[in-house]
Nanobody, 115 residues
Framework: QVQLVESGGGLVQPGGSLRLSCAASGIIVSPYAMGWYRQAPGKQREAVATIFETGLANAADSVKSRFTISRDNAKNTVDLQMNSLKPEDTAVYYC?????????WGQGTQVTVSS
């Protein structure tokens, strides 16, 4: 059974930093893609950043200069380093992993940016 567990969310002041981590277990092959989505109250879930098994990564324009995604293929983990956080980054952040055409999701971790 595949499970994704996120950690690292919390409350931070504008301009601050947080690092989200996600560990996938129960996976027998390296995920084709891993990444993060987020959902703010009253808004649709949106893609934040994705990193492929090759190391190629992409990110939403709104976070591209502030967030960095990385992964460890040997451990099946994916991290999201978030710098210069803004109030509009407040959301529940969900980790995902795509393995053999199936996408698995974590339970989500809350990130709140507020003074």
């Amino acid at each position: 059974q595949v499970q994704l567990v996120e950690s690292g969310g919390g409350l931070v002041q504008p301009g601050g930093s947080l690092r989200l981590s996600c560990a996938a277990s129960g996976i027998i092959v390296s995920p084709y893609a891993m990444g993060w989505y987020r959902q703010a109250p009253g808004k649709q879930r949106e893609a934040v950043a994705t990193i492929f098994e090759t190391g190629l990564a992409n990110a939403a324009d709104s976070v591209k200069s502030r967030f960095t995604i990385s992964r460890d293929n040997a451990k099946n983990t994916v991290d999201l380093q978030m710098n210069s956080l803004k109030p509009e980054d407040t959301a529940v952040y969900y980790c995902y992993a795509t393995v053999l055409r199936t996408t698995y999701w974590g339970q989500g971790t809350q990130v709140t940016v507020s003074s």
